[in-house]
């Protein structure tokens, strides 16, 4: 029995994973890896393509098998029960419904292998169907429901037999951008009102700091970091993290300790570090993010630089600048401000403690 | 009617328009091509069944004659007990192999279809000469026994059994190349959505994948069904005087009889049984799936009844794999699969195998294994005057075949590829009939056009006959290639200044070069094993290759016999392996 290692306390975790791993031959598609889930928490796996997060959901539900490790799912060590016993849901990317069964159907296949009587089968399906606002569509088969319409009826294939886990595995990827942002506060309000475990996998970054209690990132088939949304997007532990979540401008030199603080020293200038922060090594990357860096020289950590492009977005301008050694950062800026030409040479500075320091 | 009479000017300048350009017309040479020399002989074949020749009026005497003789009817019944059970085991066999290949990863998939497709187009005569060498009286397999202490030899031969081994041998490859197609569609996903779902794999197999495969399961079915009626190789040599079937009744009513009204009657029967086994299917499943088209699912009480069987038929085989698992363990379950296929292809391959050491026997008789080896029966074969020139006429048959049925498959795929008018499935499909209406109905119509316009015997005979056989292939050949091939280079193309002409030959050509030669092979081969025709078409000196082995293999079994199946079976791969080859690369 694993230890209860989250910060919600007493509560045992739903999902724990102990030193999984999975190698194809050399290769290793997930090294080993710890993972503690408590209950009811909406988690999220993100990462590029091929960074592992995958296969550590297929290794949660058991369509592959573990080279190592354990899977515990309420405290019962799961690692060798197949993947039609093991009481998971999968949301799969491209919604998987059984082309030759209607809507109801396919909602009702899980609750027909689980041996329910009928007229519970009945009544649960049509409960899924109103939590996902299909009853309208109950006789219809797959192909003739839009991508939303589909991706709705997996989610409620999923909850209709309530798994102790539901993993979603990019089940947004196929929709285009609208309908996405659509159906996240639809998974919103699901994962609300039904207090289910959800691991979810995704490589949109704006996705997972949407939806997320926690956000697991992953890269290289390992864990980069693991924490909250704000967490994560404010104190990035490595500039892949930085990189990933959000444009982020990162400028590298070395440490300077002199009494009073330590500086940054860069090609571009000398910056103070944010109050209080560790600084191990010989230096390191300052992470500043476009939307902390305003037009003026009106703190001792500016930059100067001409602007090369100037980029209109509606709710912000994008200002990408090139510094005198070539090396290009990007401004958000908010509507209303004044924006600078094409050309114009510009100063941007920030709070030296919005910052943060990557190795 | 106001609209009607509204839209007639517009109406017009469509049709101006079409006459010019329209795509279509590419597949016009093809469409006359077809209606001349396959639509018309087996119309007019039917025509003839119903009339009396005599006085020219109508006459129902030939059916009449068939219901009231014993001796037709029970060939009829023969023919159709035999075609279903090849039908249904052939579906037994070919199915757990089609779905094991469909499985496996795509490199390794390619070569495993290799096993299915050298036997698929290996001759039924060389496949029949192996058959008769192993099941002999002493044969391979009763050498074996008798060499182990068994007294008597089985009789393995001239009876129901050799024609079914012999038809299923012949039949698995067609049932699990129409099955495969189905199932790479088949989205495994599912499968496993299912056992996420919780459904235990053989609950997820039969609801989700069996039912998934059907389609390509009836598919199969219909057509090793229609291809069995008009057999005539295996029942001739493999079976005996009970196992006669239509095909033979209908070539000895025309090549020794010339009861051309009886024939035609015969093979119309045949024809209306392979029309009507295909519209019980369109009526079931829509006919659009054989060419891969999308299943309409049916509604209602027969889909639910469907549904409940697949049910009792999946918590059945759960527990017997269940079982299994517990008795055999995991890791052999397992390995149940791959053993069945491997067995299944050795069915396949082996027989055609035992053929090559014996065109190398020193022997004068056919035993196996050969006493010693020589070189002395290709010998004979190539200082025969009577082997070689058959064996080039088929060459050049074959070589003239390829051409025009490429140039037709092609311009046809072309046309079809480019035009989006509702018609393009119905000629799709008539381009596709002669591989549906049983090849035995096409000869002899074919026999009685070339009669009266004085083309039996003839080369050019031949080559017609043979293109109306393989412009199938060669449409879906490069119709494949076609599909994969973006239209839009054409249009980029004509935007940079190239006319059409300029673009067929400059672009689209190059660009679809694999896909060409690959239909040329396919033709070949075609045309170079082909036999049903040949009987009729080709005559007295200008025998082609299959037809001479056919009347050797009618008169007596020899290791000259062994020598050609050798040769025919040798090239007849290299061409398969290098049409695969090209298509691939296509």
């Known amino acids: 029995m694993a230890k209860n290692s989250t910060s919600t306390g007493l509560a045992p975790p739903k999902l724990v994973v102990e030193g999984l791993c999975k190698r194809y031959g050399k290769v290793a598609a997930l090294e080993p890896t710890q993972l503690s889930v408590p209950s009811g928490e909406f988690l999220t796996l993100l990462g590029p393509s091929g960074s592992g997060k995958t296969t550590l959901l297929q290794l949660v539900c058991g369509l592959v098998e573990a080279t190592e490790g354990k899977v515990f799912i309420d405290g019962q060590d799961q690692s060798d029960t197949p993947v039609y016993q093991r009481d998971i849901g999968l ?34 399906v049509s409960d899924a169907l109103d939590m996902v606002h299909l009853g309208h569509l109950s ?43 659509h159906m996240q506060i639809e998974i919103k309000r699901l994962h609300r009102e039904s207090g289910a475990t959800i691991i979810y996998v995704t490589h949109d970054q704006e996705e997972a700091l949407a939806l997320s209690d926690r956000i697991c990132l992953m890269n290289h088939a390992r864990i980069e970091q693991l924490g909250t949304p704000h967490d994560i997007y404010m104190r990035p532990r490595s500039a892949f993290a930085a990189d990933f979540i959000g444009i982020s401008n990162i400028l590298r030199g070395t440490f300077e300790r002199n009494g009073g603080g330590t500086k940054l020293v860069t090609p571009h200038g000398a910056f103070y570090l944010p109050e209080g922060i560790a600084t191990n090594g010989e230096g390191g990357g300052l992470v500043v993010r476009p939307e902390h860096l305003r037009i003026g020289a009106d703190s001792p950590n500016t930059l100067c630089g001409s602007v090369k492009e100037i980029v209109y977005a509606g709710s912000e301008t994008r200002v990408i600048a090139q510094l005198t050694d070539g090396h290009e950062i990007i401004l958000r800026l908010p509507p209303g401000q004044s924006v600078p030409r094409m050309g114009d040479t510009i100063s941007a500075s920030w709070d030296k403690d919005v910052a943060a320091l990557v190795p | 009617m106001s609209t009607l009479v509204a839209s007639q000017p517009r109406r017009s300048v469509l049709k101006g328009r079409f006459l010019r350009a329209h795509p279509l017309w590419l597949a016009v040479p093809g469409l006359a091509f077809l209606l001349i020399f396959f639509a018309y002989p087996v119309a007019s074949l039917l025509f003839l069944s119903v009339t009396d020749t005599e006085t020219g009026s109508w006459s129902i005497a030939s059916f009449a004659r068939i219901a009231n003789t014993d001796v037709y009817l029970r060939v009829l019944g023969i023919t159709f007990k035999i075609a279903g059970n090849t039908a249904l085991l052939s579906l037994l066999i070919g199915y757990p192999l089609a779905y094991w290949i469909a499985g496996l990863p795509e490199r390794f998939r390619n070569r495993m279809l290799l096993f299915v497709m050298i036997p698929f187009w290996t001759s039924y005569l060389v496949k029949t000469f192996a058959w008769m060498i192993i099941l002999g009286r002493s044969g391979v397999i009763n050498n074996l026994l008798l060499g ?51 459904s235990s794999p053989a609950h997820a197999f039969w609801l989700v994948y069996f039912k998934l495969s059907l389609p390509g399961v009836t598919a199969a079915g219909l057509l090793v069904f229609i291809s069995s ?8 040599f493999l079976g005996g005087r009970q196992e006669t079937m239509l095909a033979q009744l209908i070539i000895t009513q025309v090549s020794e009889l010339l009861n051309w009204p009886f024939a035609g009657a015969l093979a119309a029967m045949m024809l209306v049984t392979a029309l009507f086994a295909c519209w019980i299917y369109d009526r079931i499943f829509g006919i659009s799936t054989i060419s891969g088209g999308a299943v309409v699912e049916s509604t209602g009480r027969i889909r639910l009844i469907g549904l409940k069987v697949l049910e009792i038929v999946a918590a059945l085989a759960s527990r017997i794999a269940a079982a299994a698992r517990l008795l055999f363990g995991k890791k052999i379950t397992a390995l149940f699969l791959p053993i069945v296929c491997w067995s299944i292809i050795a069915f396949l391959v082996v ?3 035992l053929v090559l050491p014996m065109g190398f026997t020193s022997s004068e008789f056919l035993e196996f294994p050969p006493p010693g080896y020589s070189m002395r029966w290709f010998g004979t074969y190539f200082s025969s005057p009577l082997w070689t020139s058959a064996t080039l006429r088929s060459f050049g048959v074959a070589f003239a075949t390829a051409i025009v049925a490429t140039a037709i498959g092609g311009f046809a795929a072309l046309a079809l590829a480019n035009s989006r008018s509702r018609w393009s499935g119905l000629i799709f499909a008539f381009f596709l009939a002669p591989m549906i209406v049983p090849r035995i109905v096409i000869a002899v119509g074919m026999f ?13 005979g031949l080559v017609i006959g043979h293109t109306v056989l393989a412009v199938p292939f060669t449409l879906v050949a490069i119709s494949a290639v076609l599909k994969n091939y973006d239209m839009r280079l054409d249009q980029a193309a004509a935007t940079l200044g190239a006319s059409r002409v300029r673009t067929l030959v400059s672009v689209t050509i190059p660009m679809i070069k694999g896909g060409l030669i690959a239909a040329f092979l396919f033709a070949f081969i075609t045309s170079f094993d082909e036999l049903t025709i ?17 009347d050797d293999m009618i008169l007596q079994l020899n290791p000259t016999l062994a020598a050609v199946s050798v040769v025919v079976f040798v090239l007849v791969t290299t061409l398969l392996l290098l049409a695969e080859r090209f298509r691939r690369s296509a």
């Not at chain 1, 030759?100 to 009928?118: C, D, G, W, Y």
């Not at chain 1, 429901?145 to 989610?155: C, D, K």
């Not at chain 2, 202490?149 to 031969?157: D, F, H």
């Open chain 2, 229 to 236: 009626l008009g057999f005539f190789i295996v029942p001739a």
């Open chain 2, 148 to 198: 182990s202490g068994v007294a008597e030899p089985l009789p393995l031969l001239h009876n129901e059994f050799g024609v079914m081994v012999g038809m299923v041998h012949a039949m698995v490859p067609l049932a699990a190349m129409t099955m495969l197609p189905v199932m790479t569609s088949i989205d495994r996903r599912l499968v496993s959505a299912a056992q996420t779902l919780g």
């Open chain 1, 91 to 124: 949301v799969f990317q491209h919604y998987a419904l059984f082309p030759h069964l209607t809507v109801s159907e396919n909602i009702a296949f899980p609750l027909k292998m689980r041996r329910q009587p009928a007229a519970e089968i009945k009544t649960r």
């Open chain 2, 351 to 353: 027989p055609t195998l």
């Open chain 2, 534 to 550: 040949a009987i009729f078409v080709s005559g007295g000196l200008k025998t082609t290759l299959p037809k001479q082995m056919w």
């Open chain 2, 448 to 460: 009685y056009l070339f009669a009266q316009i004085g083309l039996v015997a003839s080369n050019t």
């Open chain 1, 139 to 181: 006789a219809r088969f797959p192909r003739e429901l839009s991508g939303g319409q589909q991706q709705r009826v997996a989610l409620a294939r999923c909850f209709v037999y309530q798994p102790s886990i539901i993993l979603m595995d990019e089940p947004l990827g196929a929709l285009d951008k609208k309908l996405r942002d």
